[in-house]
């Protein structure tokens, strides 16, 4: 069973910083694109960044490049989501995803609150 779990959300003051985590199982995590995706209130879902196989490329949204960055972990399974210099915009939930055969899973999400 595929499973994918965020964690390391939580309330951070303008200008802070969080490191997201995205543990999973299921599947041969090293073999396949992963991606980080936000989604606020009342909005859509938001791609943020995508790490590519072995993490070889990496790609981000204009809104978080320069301040997120990600990573990934093949041998423990799990993918990052460094995030600097946070913004009250930032404030979402946050999933990892990844697609395979056409279908996505995602994990439950980890909430990030930007206030002072």
């Known amino acids: 069973e595929v499973q994918l779990v965020e964690s390391g959300g939580g309330l951070v003051q303008p200008g802070g910083s969080l490191r997201l985590s995205c543990a999973t199982s299921g599947f041969t995590f090293g073999s396949y694109e992963m991606r980080w995706v936000r989604q606020t209130p009342g909005g859509g879902p938001e791609w943020l960044s995508t790490?590519?196989?072995?993490?070889?490329?990496?790609y981000y949204a204009a809104s978080v490049k320069g301040r997120f960055t990600i990573s990934r972990d093949n041998a423990k399974n799990t993918l990052y989501l460094e995030m600097d210099n946070l913004k009250p915009e930032d404030t979402a939930v946050y999933y990892c995803?990844?697609?395979?055969?056409?279908?996505?899973?995602w994990g439950p999400g980890t909430q990030v609150t930007v206030s002072s």
């Open positions: 995803n990844y697609r395979w055969m056409g279908n996505n899973y």
């Open positions: 790490s590519t196989t072995g993490g070889r490329a990496t």
